[in-house]
């Protein structure tokens, strides 16, 4: 049984429960990222006042306002004008090569992606911080801004339910475009199955890092990708050029798979000398482990 936000995204609902309470947190302590659990610098008594929102572990108690408790018997704080809100930016590929077809009974490599970023945005938007959504194929296919609240986190799976994108070929150079539309000092997640050239990429994630952004790149892969089953003569077409191959796999696959490693490595040494959190998924994975275990160890590195 799977949960909707609207009538085309759904994810697990055991997913968004075994994630539930998992703080989504910079490893950034910059000025202007933090409300509440990322306050600023600046926060004080005089800033002005704007609203209440309920009380979370952590808080000043000095913060909870007493007189609604006294008419609600529940715990709210005040909200004030300096205090900023997180901006996540969830960046994510839609091209060709995320839509080849999976093998039986698992996801395609773009639904799979699409549950990531959906599951993601659900997190940031419960913690009341603001979610913003980029869909890039052969171009910027969509662009919705970081904004908060529960009709927005519906926009955004309306979209992630039927995500627009084809072509493809130039992930890293298309994200690169989106130069100020990402704004400093946020957190980004690319989502990516990172098959396409990579300076590009390492490019435009390097320039995310300079404007003090906490990235995070998600390469999501197929399983018959990672251990290439084939048995027979087959032929191998690229989902974004139509170059096809015909070939016995017992020829090459000792070749592809240390391309393959050889490429994963690249990327791995990258994202660590860059302080870029590096995930690999294959479409066969458990979400529910991968996902809350990732993101407890970045508490417990954050906090540690």
Not at 162 to 175: E, L, S, V
Not at 199 to 205: G, S
Not at 212 to 223: G, P
């Given at each position: 049984m799977s949960a909707a936000v609207s009538s085309g995204m759904k994810i697990d609902p055991r997913l968004l429960q075994s994630l539930k309470g998992v703080h989504l947190r910079s490893r950034m302590l910059v000025r202007g990222m933090y409300n509440n659990r990322h306050r600023t610098s600046d926060f004080g008594s005089s800033t002005e006042f704007i609203d209440h929102r309920e009380y979370q572990k952590g808080d000043a108690i000095r913060s909870i306002d007493w007189r609604v408790f006294a008419r609600t018997d529940r715990h709210y704080v005040k909200r004030h004008e300096m205090e900023a809100n997180m901006r996540v930016h969830l960046l994510l590929d839609t091209s060709d090569s995320m839509r080849v077809p999976p093998p039986d009974g698992l996801p395609s490599k773009l639904e799979l992606a699409a549950a990531i970023t959906g599951a993601i945005a659900t997190m940031v938007i419960s913690q009341q911080d603001a979610a913003g959504l980029c869909l890039v194929g052969d171009k910027i296919e969509e662009r919705i801004p970081a904004r908060?609240?529960?009709?927005?986190?519906?926009?955004?799976?309306?979209?992630?339910?039927?995500?627009?994108?084809?072509?493809?070929?130039?992930?890293?150079?298309?994200?690169?475009?989106?130069?100020?539309?990402?704004?400093?000092?946020?957190?980004?997640?690319?989502?990516?199955?990172?098959?396409?050239?990579?300076?590009?990429?390492?490019?435009?994630?390097?320039?995310?890092?300079?404007?003090?952004?906490?990235?995070?790149?998600?390469?999501?892969?197929?399983?018959?990708?990672?251990?290439?089953?084939?048995?027979?003569?087959?032929?191998?077409?690229?989902?974004?050029?139509?170059?096809?191959?015909?070939?016995?796999?017992?020829?090459?696959?000792?070749?592809?798979?240390?391309?393959?490693?050889?490429?994963?490595?690249?990327?791995?040494?990258?994202?660590?000398?860059?302080?870029?959190?590096?995930?690999?998924?294959?479409?066969?994975?458990?979400l529910m482990v991968l996902l809350r275990s990732h993101f407890l160890r970045r508490l417990m590195r954050r906090f540690g």
């Open positions: 908060q609240g529960m009709n927005h986190l519906a926009q955004l799976f309306q979209h992630l339910g039927a995500p627009r994108g084809t072509g493809g070929g130039a992930f890293g150079t298309q994200i690169a475009h989106l130069g100020g539309h990402v704004q400093a000092r946020g957190m980004v997640f690319v989502i990516t199955d990172a098959l396409d050239e990579l300076e590009p990429l390492y490019k435009a994630m390097r320039n995310m890092v300079a404007r003090h952004n906490d990235v995070t790149l998600l390469q999501v892969l197929d399983l018959a990708e990672v251990e290439f089953p084939f048995t027979r003569m087959t032929e191998f077409r690229h989902p974004e050029t139509g170059a096809r191959l015909a070939a016995n796999p017992s020829d090459v696959r000792d070749r592809y798979l240390q391309r393959l490693r050889e490429h994963q490595s690249s990327l791995e040494s990258f994202c660590r000398k860059a302080r870029i959190d590096y995930v690999p998924v294959q479409n066969n994975a458990d």
